[in-house]
């Protein structure tokens, strides 16, 4: 059974830094792209990062400069570094991984397995 599990999130001041991290198991991952999704209240989910098996990362506008995404394949982690946090990062944070064949890194249909979620909330 393949599961991926969040962990890092957590209360954090304004210009603060966390590092959300994303066990993987029961599938190694390596071959395939993994991910960092976020949904605030009220909005829709949305892409925030991804690294594909080679390590080429891909950002989001608003979080790039601010946001690394890395993985180490032989823990079968990925990894979410977020500094100069902003309130407007304040949302629930998913780990996806594996995009289906033919779709899209940005897009959340795309991906095959999903984490249950960290809350990441940033005070003002």
């Known amino acids: 059974q393949v599961q991926l599990v969040e962990s890092g999130g957590g209360l954090v001041q304004a210009g603060g830094s966390l590092r959300l991290s994303c066990a993987a198991s029961?599938?190694?991952?390596?071959?395939?792209?993994m991910a960092w999704f976020r949904q605030a209240p009220g909005k829709e989910r949305e892409f925030v990062s991804a690294?594909?098996?080679?390590?080429?990362?891909y950002y989001a506008a608003s979080v790039k400069g601010r946001f690394t995404i890395s993985r180490d394949n032989a823990k079968n982690t990925a990894y979410l570094q977020m500094n100069s946090l902003k309130p407007e990062d304040t949302a629930i944070y998913y780990c996806?991984?594996?995009?289906?064949?033919?779709?899209?890194?940005?897009?959340?249909?795309?991906?095959?397995?999903w984490g249950q979620g960290t809350q990441v909330t940033v005070s003002s």
């Open positions: 996806a991984a594996e995009v289906r064949s033919g779709g899209s890194l940005y897009s959340s249909i795309s991906y095959n397995y």
């Open positions: 029961g599938r190694t991952f390596s071959r395939y792209a």
């Open positions: 690294i594909n098996w080679s390590g080429t990362t």
